[in-house]
C-alpha cells in the first residue's frame, strides 16, 4: 500500500564515477547531469526519488533482480536491455572511445594490436571490446568503476581504455593524463533504465517528465550546468 499516492518514492540506482553524469563532488555529495535530470523529472512529475549510487554493473544487477526501480547512469539503449528492463526515451548522444596515456606510443586502434587493454564491466565499451578482441588479440581487463580503469592505464599497466565519449573528453578536460585516439564505435542514446513491474507507473511518468524538462528549457540548463555553452 502506498504511503502517500501523491508523492511515491523509487530507489533509482546510478553509477559511481562517471562524470559529468554522476560523481561525488568535492563535498562527497552525489551530483551531476544524470541526478539533477532525475530529480528535475521527479519534482515535475510528482514524485520522490531515492538515489543510490552502487557502480554501474551492480545497478543494472539490481534492477534485474528488481531491488530497485530503475536506473540513471548514462546506461545506453541497446536491443538487450529493452527486452530485461523498460526503458526511457532518448535523453543523450553517447558513443565509445578508446583513450592511451598521453605521450603514448599508441595512436591508432592498429597499434594496440597485442596488447592489454582496459574496460568496465557490464558497459557497452565492454561489449565493444569484447567484439574486436579477437581481431586485435587484445589482452581484456575489466574494473567496477571508471577511475581505476583510467588508472591503469596512467600507471603503464593497460595500453588503453575504452570508455563512453562524453565522459572521456570530460575527464581528460578536468585533468586526466589521457588521450582519445579512436573515433566513436556504437554510436547510439542514453535511456533510463525502468523495472518492467513499473512499465505502466514509473516508466510514462519518467518519459512525461523528460518531455517537459526538455520542452522548458531545464534540460538545456542542467546539461549547460556541467559542459558550459559550447555543449
Ligand atoms: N553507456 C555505457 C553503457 O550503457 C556505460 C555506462 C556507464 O559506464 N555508466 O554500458
Known amino acids: 500500500t502506498p504511503v502517500n499516492a501523491a508523492e511515491q518514492t523509487y530507489t533509482i540506482g546510478t553509477d559511481v564515477t562517471f562524470p559529468p553524469f554522476e560523481y561525488a563532488n568535492k563535498s562527497n555529495k552525489y551530483v551531476g547531469i544524470d541526478i539533477d535530470i532525475m530529480n528535475a523529472i521527479a519534482k515535475a512529475e510528482g514524485f520522490k526519488v531515492n538515489i543510490k549510487p552502487l557502480g554501474f554493473n551492480a545497478a543494472v544487477q539490481s534492477l534485474e533482480a528488481n531491488q530497485i526501480d530503475g536506473v540513471i547512469a548514462g546506461m545506453s539503449i541497446t536491443p538487450e536491455r529493452k527486452a530485461k528492463f523498460a526503458m526511457s526515451n532518448p535523453y543523450y548522444k553517447s558513443g565509445v572511445v578508446g583513450a592511451v596515456k598521453t605521450g603514448s606510443k599508441y595512436h591508432t586502434l592498429n597499434s594496440l594490436r597485442g596488447q592489454r ?21 587484445l589482452k581484456v581487463v575489466t574494473f567496477d568503476d571508471s577511475n581505476n580503469m583510467y588508472q591503469d592505464v596512467i600507471t603503464g599497466n593497460s595500453a588503453a581504455c575504452f570508455e563512453d565519449e562524453p565522459v572521456m573528453q570530460y575527464g581528460i578536460a578536468t585533468g586526466l593524463s589521457l ?11 542514453y535511456g533510463i533504465a525502468i523495472a518492467k513491474s513499473h ?30 555553452n559550447g555543449s
Open 199 to 228: 512499465a505502466n507507473d514509473l516508466l510514462p511518468k519518467v518519459n512525461a517528465g523528460l518531455k517537459k524538462i526538455k520542452a522548458n528549457g531545464t534540460y538545456a540548463k542542467i546539461v549547460r550546468k556541467y559542459l558550459g
Open 179 to 189: 588521450k582519445i585516439v579512436t573515433k566513436p564505435a556504437k554510436s547510439g542514446y
Open 117 to 137: 587493454v582496459a574496460v568496465k564491466t557490464g558497459t557497452s565499451a565492454a561489449d565493444y571490446v569484447h567484439s574486436i578482441k579477437d581481431k586485435y588479440h
